[in-house]
């Protein structure tokens, strides 16, 4: 007999045993893992999942991008509707961003209306895009208090394996970039808009940025882009968002508090980071 013969059934029963283990006691095996200075998927704590961003994937969006952050996959679409403006911004368009977690990219959603947190992301996301200013609303006046563009920005997770928000944003940003828009005239006297179907122009993105999240355990262990699995057993979770310029524009937490001396640290990783998406 091979000794490949012999020696596989027991690599394929420790496989089977770690994987009981994990799930039945996932924040003791994470603590194994941190305690020998690597992660469950051999990354470093330091060390962030490979990246790609792959514009103009739906033919029939006005912009769209499709991003890949380590197995985590999402695709983004932006659909321009014509509007009238708000009576007191008269001279603002929209921005309308969603993201849908459904259940086929994971066990963890369930079939049915949107879970509470797809709402909270959908939330934070509007937020991040309305801190950064990158897209000004009042480049998407069309005519002042008659009509304007409503940019729905619609982001679905394909595959899920954590930090969903870091790669929403991502996705939404590379979507908007590659969005065009027809030229469109308002006439008073008729009271209507028509867009032309041979002029197309790109939205007027202002600043470029980037999302970093972190999770932090026992106060002094900081993962960064953390996985579907770490996730959840994360004491604190952190996400900072810097321009290309490496100028702050927010940070948000959850899960407690979190040391200065480390929030200053993610910040410095985040600038970092913030500088390797660009390049």
């Known amino acids: 007999m091979s000794s490949s013969s012999v020696t596989n059934p027991s690599a394929a ?4 045993r770690a994987q009981i283990f994990q799930r039945l006691h996932p924040r003791v095996y994470l603590e194994r893992f941190i305690a020998e200075n690597i992660r469950p998927d051999g ?41 009238e403006p708000e009576l007191d911004r008269p001279e603002q368009g929209f921005l309308v961003p969603n ?11 369930k079939p049915g209306p949107p879970t509470e947190e797809a709402q909270v992301l959908s939330d934070r996301l509007n937020e991040a895009l309305i801190a950064s200013g990158a897209l000004l609303l009042s480049s998407l006046c069309i ?6 563009w409503t940019l729905y920005v619609d982001c679905t997770c394909i ?12 996705a939404m940003l590379g979507a908007l970039r590659n969005t ?18 041979q002029t197309r122009s790109p939205l007027q993105i202002t600043r470029s940025f ?15 882009d953390p996985t579907a699995f770490e996730e959840p057993l994360m004491d604190v979770t952190l996400t900072v968002i810097v321009d290309d310029r490496g100028d702050l524009i927010s940070t948000t937490e959850s899960g407690g508090a979190i040391l200065e001396e480390t929030l200053l640290r993610c910040i410095n990783r985040a600038k970092e980071r913030a500088l390797q998406l660009k390049g």
Do not use: Q
């Open 13 to 16: 029963d420790e496989t089977l």
């Open 43 to 83: 990354r470093t704590f330091d060390e962030w999942r490979s990246v790609s961003v792959n514009a103009g994937s739906i033919s029939t969006a006005d912009g769209s991008a499709l991003v890949r952050m380590g197995d985590t996959t999402i695709v983004c679409g932006v659909k321009a509707e014509i509007a």
């Open 99 to 109: 993201i849908d977690l459904p259940a086929i990219c994971s066990p963890k959603f």
């Open 143 to 148: 005519h002042p208090g008659k009509a304007v």
């Open 159 to 170: 595959n899920y394996d954590g930090n969903a928000f870091d790669a929403a944003l991502l």
């Open 180 to 197: 065009t828009l027809p030229k469109a005239t308002y006439n008073e006297e008729t009271g209507r808009t028509t867009c032309s179907r």
């Open 210 to 224: 980037a999302s970093t999240s972190f999770g932090v355990l026992d106060t002094s262990h900081v993962l960064s």
